[in-house]
């Protein structure tokens, strides 16, 4: 992970830096981490269906996404924003700002409304997602969930609704929602604040790079956790040429919503070669990948942490010392060697002999299972 860091921090500094201590808050949002297991699947990675508390206290399910797909979603807006021009970046805020201010000055279970056909309604909550209303004279049906995104899409066209069929056109139905009816009233109590408020001001959204970092991707069931997924992450086909429909699809608020990765977006996957768990590791997988091997005698500078130079020289001897052992004995090569990152727990020259006892003899004898010179490679180290 110390490497996947380095390389996130370059390619969101574009070449200005690799020290990921040093990224803004701001910065580091544009990474993700995430460390996959056995376990670990399609849910918890894209989206699932995970349970809720409903209002009334029953209990129900809702489709929630995964980190990843919450993950892409940070990215693909930057990337969708930065090729929009300063005139649809105003539209667009100017919408926002209208929707914000007619639901914070609303009364929530208390102000009513009236659809076309007078069924009077009144909003119980609002989130990121959905607007909640309840409809009390609807014996069979009194709360309903209106799409929050529906309602922006229609401000943001800049088109004229004059009636519920006019939404239905817009969206590409035969017919009409339940919905569409009280989307419609929302829509014209929002767009006369529009109206009324003084056009915003814009500026262009620089593209940003994002970095998901997956630890030990080699443990996790690769094609039970991405899924169709295989297909968009391939860099031949990301942005729309690789769109795909998930899984659940079918339960989305616009069934026709595809995913795609956009180009702005790095996968980092590390893994330890000498783990059982590679042999296994997807091929279809391994394709889509370019692989850098890190070898334990490189990247000694993370060890610039350690309390001084003479700690930090010391644990680079023994270190080195230790790995020449290891690369000599019939039953070990250099993938068994021990990387720097070891040596990060040391705090005072004793702490050594803890080092070994603790650590490495453990990890050295589940390597081989006792088929060396143990006494010898003490010595070394």
Same mark, same amino acid.
């Given at each position: 992970?110390?490497?996947?860091?380095?390389?996130?921090?370059?390619?969101? #500094?574009? !070449? %200005?830096?690799?020290?990921?201590?040093?990224?803004?808050?701001?910065?580091?949002?544009?990474?993700?981490?995430?460390? @996959?297991?056995?376990? *670990?699947?399609?849910?918890?990675?894209?989206?699932?269906?995970?349970? /809720?508390?409903?209002?009334? &206290? =029953?209990?129900? @399910?809702?489709? %929630?996404? &995964?980190?990843?797909?919450?993950?892409?979603?940070?990215?693909?807006?930057?990337?969708?924003?930065?090729?929009?021009?300063?005139?649809?970046?105003? /539209?667009?805020?100017?919408? %926002?700002?209208?929707?914000?201010?007619?639901?914070?000055?609303?009364?929530?279970?208390?102000?009513?409304?009236? #659809?076309?056909?007078?069924?009077?309604?009144?909003?119980?909550?609002?989130?990121?997602?959905?607007?909640?209303?309840?409809?009390?004279?609807?014996?069979?049906?009194?709360?309903?969930?209106?799409?929050?995104?529906?309602?922006?899409?229609?401000?943001?066209?800049?088109?004229?609704?004059?009636?519920?069929?006019?939404?239905?056109?817009?969206? !590409?139905? =035969?017919?009409?929602?339940?919905?569409?009816? *009280?989307?419609?009233?929302? *829509? /014209?109590?929002?767009?006369?604040?529009?109206?009324? +408020?003084?056009?915003?001001? $814009?500026?262009?959204?620089?593209?940003?790079?994002?970095?998901?970092?997956?630890?030990?991707?080699?443990?996790?069931?690769?094609?039970?956790?991405? &899924?169709?997924?295989?297909?968009?992450?391939?860099?031949?086909?990301?942005?729309? $040429?690789?769109?795909?429909? =998930?899984?659940?699809?079918?339960?989305?608020?616009?069934?026709?919503?595809?995913?795609?990765?956009?180009?702005?977006?790095?996968?980092? !996957?590390?893994?330890?070669?000498?783990?059982?768990?590679?042999?296994?590791?997807? @091929?279809?997988?391994?394709?889509?990948?370019?692989?850098?091997?890190? /070898?334990?005698?490189?990247?000694?500078?993370?060890?610039?942490?350690?309390?001084?130079?003479?700690?930090?020289?010391?644990?680079?001897?023994?270190?080195?010392?230790?790995?020449?052992?290891?690369?000599?004995?019939?039953?070990?090569?250099?993938?068994?060697?021990?990387? +720097?990152?070891?040596?990060?727990?040391?705090?005072?020259?004793?702490?050594?002999?803890?080092?070994? =006892?603790?650590?490495?003899?453990?990890?050295? %004898?589940?390597?081989?299972? !006792?088929?060396?010179?143990?006494?010898?490679?003490?010595?070394?180290?």
């Amino acid at each position: 992970s110390y490497l996947a860091k380095k390389i996130a921090a370059d390619i969101i #500094t574009k !070449g %200005q830096s690799d020290d990921y201590t040093s990224l803004t808050d701001e910065q580091k949002k544009q990474v993700e981490f995430v460390q @996959f297991h056995p376990s *670990y699947d399609y849910s918890d990675f894209v989206e699932g269906l995970r349970p /809720k508390v409903n209002d009334d &206290g =029953t209990m129900g @399910f809702e489709l %929630q996404d &995964g980190i990843f797909k919450k993950f892409v979603a940070r990215a693909r807006k930057n990337y969708e924003n930065s090729r929009k021009t300063k005139e649809t970046i105003a /539209k667009e805020i100017s919408v %926002q700002e209208a929707m914000s201010e007619f639901f914070s000055n609303i009364e929530l279970g208390a102000d009513t409304f009236k #659809t076309i056909n007078e069924n009077e309604f009144t909003i119980t909550s609002v989130d990121d997602n959905y607007v909640y209303i309840s409809i009390p004279a609807n014996a069979s049906a009194n709360k309903l969930t209106l799409n929050l995104d529906e309602i922006r899409r229609m401000l943001e066209s800049g088109k004229v609704f004059d009636k519920v069929k006019d939404i239905t056109a817009f969206f !590409g139905k =035969t017919f009409a929602t339940q919905g569409y009816s *009280y989307d419609y009233i929302i *829509y /014209k109590e929002i767009l006369k604040l529009k109206n009324k +408020a003084k056009k915003s001001t $814009a500026k262009v959204e620089e593209q940003k790079n994002y970095i998901f970092i997956i630890d030990e991707i080699n443990r996790g069931e690769i094609s039970k956790i991405f &899924g169709e997924l295989f297909y968009s992450i391939d860099p031949g086909y990301r942005g729309k $040429a690789g769109e795909i429909s =998930t899984q659940y699809s079918n339960m989305h608020s616009d069934p026709e919503e595809k995913f795609y990765v956009p180009e702005n977006v790095y996968i980092i !996957g590390t893994m330890n070669d000498i783990d059982r768990s590679v042999d296994s590791f997807d @091929f279809a997988m391994r394709r889509r990948f370019r692989f850098v091997e890190l /070898k334990a005698n490189e990247h000694t500078d993370m060890l610039n942490s350690l309390e001084n130079d003479e700690l930090k020289a010391e644990a680079i001897r023994r270190m080195t010392s230790l790995n020449n052992a290891i690369a000599s004995e019939k039953d070990l090569n250099e993938n068994y060697q021990i990387g +720097a990152s070891y040596f990060l727990k040391l705090k005072t020259p004793d702490d050594f002999n803890k080092l070994w =006892t603790d650590y490495l003899k453990p990890l050295l %004898q589940e390597y081989i299972q !006792g088929m060396y010179d143990e006494e010898g490679l003490m010595n070394r180290f």
